[in-house]
């Protein structure tokens, strides 16, 4: 195995690779334009059950200002978390191809390459570690960023299914097909940004993990 395949396995972070991987579909040539999907057929919906609610939870994150605030804050945050290990990657992948050039010069210090290659290493190690407690780190942050959202969306969800006199709540996901006239998604979105609170998500930083904490996290999602 070459010195590099070897150094730079696992060096970034698996975020950071589907950034590049987005990066480069991006860039790619446009793919040939798929066929037109089939025309859905129209749908003549009985009447709307009394009492039998349903809602989004997903569009409700993304439509409302407050689940866009927090997505944005999340954004942020792994934008910035991720910066410096992606500087130290390169940094290292310079250092790898210059060791390996320096294996075709005629001269080549033994006990110096194995110095070299120590140190390597030592730094691919170290950036390893550092990118997984940083990956530890930003679930932290999503988990906590997810309950002060849960926080504000419950009592929407709650007055929004008080209002429209609601026997039973269904999320949408999980019907096949409902009259439109049962979604109470946009009372839910209007009533949760009225709490302004979205706000708060603007100065929400990262979640700082002891070793401890981290392998604790790292513990309970190879369970889950």
């Known amino acids: 195995m070459s010195m590099i395949s070897k150094f730079l396995v696992a060096t970034v972070s698996g975020l950071t690779v589907v950034a590049?991987?987005?990066?480069?579909l991006a860039q790619a040539a446009p793919l040939a334009k798929p066929a037109a999907a089939p025309v859905a057929p129209q749908i003549t919906h009985g009447p709307a059950i009394t009492g039998l609610c349903v809602?989004?939870?997903?569009?409700?994150?993304?439509?409302?200002?407050?689940?866009?605030?927090?997505?944005?804050?999340?954004?942020?945050?792994?934008?910035?978390?991720?910066?410096?290990l992606t500087a130290r990657e390169k940094a290292?992948?310079?250092?790898?191809?210059?060791?390996?050039?320096?294996?075709?010069?005629?001269a080549v210090d033994i006990?110096?390459?194995?110095?070299?290659?120590s140190d390597l290493e030592v730094e691919q190690n170290a950036l390893q570690r550092d990118a997984g407690h940083m990956q530890l780190e930003?679930?932290?942050?999503?988990?906590?960023?997810?309950?002060?959202?849960?926080?504000?969306?419950?009592?929407?969800?709650?007055?929004?299914?008080?209002q429209k006199q609601c026997s039973m709540l269904l999320e949408r996901n999980g019907?096949?097909?409902f009259n439109p006239a049962m979604d109470i998604s946009a009372q839910i979105i209007a009533l949760l940004d009225a709490r302004g609170k979205a706000a708060t998500f603007q100065s929400f930083e990262r979640t700082?993990?002891?070793?401890?904490?981290?392998?604790?996290?790292a513990a309970e999602l190879q369970r889950n």
């Open 20 to 24: 590049m991987a987005s990066s480069a």
């Open 55 to 84: 809602f989004s939870s997903g569009a409700i994150r993304g439509a409302s200002v407050t689940g866009k605030a927090m997505d944005a804050r999340l954004k942020a945050l792994q934008t910035s978390a991720e910066a410096p």
């Open 92 to 106: 290292l992948q310079t250092r790898i191809e210059a060791y390996n050039a320096g294996a075709k010069t005629a």
């Open 111 to 117: 006990n110096a390459r194995e110095k070299q290659k």
């Open 138 to 162: 930003l679930v932290a942050t999503a988990n906590l960023a997810q309950q002060q959202y849960g926080a504000e969306l419950q009592p929407a969800v709650i007055a929004a299914y008080q």
């Open 175 to 177: 019907v096949a097909i």
């Open 208 to 217: 700082k993990l002891t070793q401890q904490q981290a392998a604790q996290l």
